[in-house]
């Protein structure tokens, strides 16, 4: 596990071995795990951000977007 980005609102955790990506909301308390063809076309649209504008509020906004339909989790 690699972590990728990290900001006050999200985290992108890489998992090489499961070609996969674990994407964390914070303060939304949701988590998406995506492997395989979506996590290639997930890793292909954050790389297309432009270099410029790959700040944390530009890639939280794709974030917020790329997250609408994960569900909430919760701690038993």
């Given at each position: ?49 432009p ?26």
């Open positions: 596990m690699n972590i990728v980005y990290n900001s006050d609102q999200y985290s992108i955790l890489a998992y090489p071995a499961q070609e996969g990506f674990e994407v964390v909301d914070k303060s939304g308390g949701r988590m998406l795990f995506i492997q395989g063809e979506t996590a290639f076309f997930f890793r292909k649209a954050i790389d297309t951000i270099e410029e504008e790959r700040d944390e509020e530009t890639i939280d906004d794709f974030l917020d977007t790329y997250c609408a339909g994960a569900r909430p989790f919760s701690f038993h």
